[in-house]
């Protein structure tokens, strides 16, 4: 599995897109880049997943370039609630049901009034 | 989206005891459910891949023994730690993915267990 390296926290104000970014220069052919949410003692919330160029839902953005050994998840006009830390993962999934998903550090995000 | 149930959210139990923590998907079938395991300001570590009608796959360094694994049925698999110590103490969560070209897994609300 490709290893996965991210800020270990960021901070951002209330109504500012925030852009994270993950390396994974190990990243092979048929991997996906997937971004997860968690809240404390909660489970993680899937946020977006990617394989090339940009990926747009309600939530955020993922931003991969060609060469595809870093992404970047970006949430625009984040306010509190989206304090939270976030995954990074890599893997060569894509509605495999029965594929793990195996979790780095994460980016601890703070949200400031 | 699909809901995988975890419970109970929260347990506290005595040295030595045994405590089972369910794992259920609500609205899908999932032969395969995976168990993690989080300790305070650290990611999420799998223990072990839940197979529903055969043993487990436990992770390195996870005890089979200690941590039994049973997956009956495509909706529910159980985890249970046996002979707990304080050092148990952990947030354990479960996670299961519908497949079918859906690449999200959905996590349980894990389970906040003190062993005291």
């Known amino acids: 599995l490709a290893k996965t390296t991210q800020p270990i926290s960021m901070d951002s104000y209330e109504g500012q897109e925030v852009n994270i970014t993950c390396s994974h220069n190990?990243?092979?052919?048929?991997?996906?880049i997937t971004w997860y949410q968690q809240f404390p003692s909660q489970g993680p919330r899937f946020i977006i997943q990617?394989?090339?160029t940009k990926v747009t839902n309600e939530v955020a953005s993922l931003f991969i370039p060609a060469d595809r050994k870093s992404s970047t998840l970006s949430l625009p006009r984040v306010s509190l609630s989206d304090t939270a830390v976030y995954y990074c993962l890599v893997g060569p999934y894509s509605g495999a049901g029965s594929y793990q998903l195996t979790f780095g550090k994460g980016t601890k995000l703070s949200v400031i009034p | 989206g699909a809901v995988v149930s975890q419970h109970p959210s929260r347990v506290i139990c005595k040295s030595g005891t045994s405590v089972k923590i369910e794992c259920r998907s609500l609205?899908?079938?999932?032969?395969?459910m995976f168990w993690y395991r989080q300790f305070p300001k650290q990611s999420l570590m799998l223990m072990a891949t839940s197979n529903e009608g055969s043993k487990a796959t436990y992770e390195q360094g996870v005890e089979k023994d200690k941590f039994l694994i049973n997956h009956a049925s495509l909706t529910l698999s159980t985890l249970t730690v046996t002979s707990a110590h304080p050092e148990d103490s952990s947030f354990y969560i479960c996670?299961?993915?519908?497949?079918?070209?859906?690449?999200?897994?959905?996590f349980g609300q894990g389970t906040r267990l003190t062993v005291v």
């Open positions: 190990n990243i092979a052919t048929n991997d996906y």
């Open positions: 996670s299961a993915r519908v497949g079918r070209g859906n690449p999200e897994a959905f």
């Open positions: 609205d899908f079938q999932a032969t395969t």
């Open positions: 990617g394989y090339k």
